[in-house]
């Protein structure tokens, strides 16, 4: 094998290559199989890729071993499918969109029967219209809400559409058994006697082929770096993208079981499940400055999970208007992020934007939050929270407003809103001197409005009595009661080992509650 140049030695500090692929009948015999599967049914291909080093091997083999195979016979559609949850590293982003591109390319000029598409979340599933728009906490190692709205959902979705269409899919992933023992185990679990394929975990009819299987990380680089990309990539280009970022894979995820990011693999630059976002600043260390403001931002969002502080930055009721406490103690369960906050980072979000947009290098600076989610948040913030302040519009102005690369979204003017930024102050003004909660009468006008020229309105008064029956007391009084109740009773539990969330989840439509 030649060696690579410097730049592309191999991560990871692996100081020797397996010559189990160096054998031609190797690579032969695992074309002939792909080739083999590919011919024996009409079920469609649907290829897994992450832009990683198993996608891209998993890939490379596919498109090698089918190239091979007469015009004619290469009738059944692979379909390349990328998942992008909209807060991907941009380095990395940036490197999947070139190679869909450089695929799609390349499929039309080889005769490839192969078709790139990008799976991304609905609007109201985003990562932002979640954390901002209703307040969701970062997520973490016992709370991670993103993976499956982000990432599981947009993926499934498009299989279930192929499903719909043909009947049976095949999906092919680049999951390997040395990856963990866990992976092992699912992959054992899962399999058909007799046959080279496995059942997908969750989905039915959908078949799993994996084609690296038996592959360990060194056969991976050997494979690589041994063999030209079919679409034109440079596999060094790969290797040493991870070699700056002393990472991992981000795999694609289509289930539970596959592992999601975390544990400093290249993904999502949001991500607060580990403490330090290592790749992120392996990357900035190696000459990626103008990725420092999605850092700081991120470790932002990370102090947020300091169990001292939460009460900082979250409500002490939950999404539905309720309080819980947590066991025999007069702590309060967090709730999602107050209004105060969520303004705050949205702020943020959008000068960090315009901040990385002056600094990226040309043709790369990302979308950190793209027009339906801000549409989408102010919708959550006018409707749930009485926002009559009409913040989002605003803060875009703010912060954006001058910025001559910015196009502002189409503000629709809202007609069901009624209220204005100086009908809440007079309202807040009434309600302060008649001891009355100012977000209970928003929240009764709010029903109101709601039911406004319904020719049934028998729900109306269902409404008012659970409003009412919500809790619109600050938290001082809550807790000076709290401690009435228990007494002696109330127990001193450390801070720093509860973990509040885990307590009571957040998931589901009760997410936040």
Request: proline share 5%.
């Amino acid at each position: 094998m030649t060696r690579a140049p410097e730049r592309a030695r191999i991560p990871n500090g692996a100081k020797s290559m397996k010559k189990t692929l160096d054998d031609t009948n190797t690579l032969a015999a695992i074309h002939r199989d792909v080739r083999e599967i590919y011919l024996s049914d009409s079920r469609p291909w649907v290829v897994g890729y992450s832009g990683g080093k198993d996608s891209t091997t998993a890939l490379q083999l596919i498109w090698t071993a089918v190239s091979a195979l007469p015009p004619e016979q290469r009738q059944k559609k692979i379909y390349v499918i990328s998942s992008d949850t909209l807060v991907e590293t941009p380095v990395v982003s940036h490197y999947i969109d070139v190679s869909l591109d450089r695929i799609a390319a390349a499929a039309v000029e080889q005769g490839m029967p192969i078709i790139t598409h990008k799976v991304v979340p609905e609007t109201d599933k985003s990562f932002w219209v979640n954390l901002i728009g209703r307040g969701y906490p970062a997520p973490s190692r016992r709370f991670r809400w993103c993976t499956e709205r982000l990432k599981i959902e947009p993926a499934n979705d498009f299989i279930k559409s192929r499903v719909a269409e043909f009947g049976e899919v095949v999906m092919v992933l680049g999951v390997r058994r040395q990856e963990s023992a866990t992976r092992a185990q699912v992959m054992s679990l899962h399999s058909i006697e007799g046959s080279r394929l496995s059942r997908h975990s969750s989905l039915l009819n959908a078949f799993v082929y994996a084609p690296i299987a038996d592959f360990s990380t060194d056969d991976v680089w050997t494979y690589l770096l041994q063999n030209t990309s079919p679409w034109g990539n440079d596999n060094r280009d790969l290797v040493a993208m991870y070699r700056n970022a002393a990472s991992g894979e981000c795999p694609l995820v289509v289930d539970t079981s596959t592992p999601s990011c975390g544990n400093s693999r290249f993904g999502c630059w949001v991500c607060t499940v580990v403490e330090r976002d290592k790749a992120m600043e392996a990357m900035i260390d190696s000459g990626e400055e103008w990725l420092t403001p999605l850092l700081e931002f991120r470790d932002k969002l990370s102090e947020t999970q300091d169990p001292a502080r939460k009460l900082e930055f979250r409500d002490h009721r939950r999404r539905s208007g309720r309080v819980s406490f947590i066991g025999e103690t007069d702590r309060v369960m967090p709730g999602p992020y107050t209004m105060e906050f969520r303004r705050e980072l949205l702020k943020g979000l959008l000068e960090t934007q315009r901040q990385v947009a002056n600094e990226a290098p040309a043709g790369e600076a990302p979308i950190l939050i793209h027009e339906a989610e801000l549409h989408e948040i102010r919708r959550l913030w006018r409707t749930e929270h009485g926002d009559w302040a009409d913040s989002v519009p605003r803060i875009v102005r703010e912060t954006l407003g001058r910025d001559p690369r910015f196009v502002e979204p189409d503000w629709v003017s809202e007609d069901s809103v009624a209220f204005t930024a100086d009908d809440g102050e007079l309202l807040e003004a009434v309600c302060a001197e008649n001891d009355v909660p100012a977000d209970l009468v928003m929240k009764l006008l709010e029903i109101e409005r709601a039911s406004h020229g319904l020719k049934r309105r028998h729900a109306v008064h269902t409404r008012i009595e659970e409003a009412f029956s919500l809790e619109w007391r600050d938290l001082d009084t809550l807790v000076a009661e709290r401690r009435e109740v228990l007494g002696p009773r109330a127990a001193a539990v450390a801070i720093d080992v509860i973990d509040d969330d885990a307590e009571l989840p957040f998931d589901g439509e009760e997410a936040g509650r």
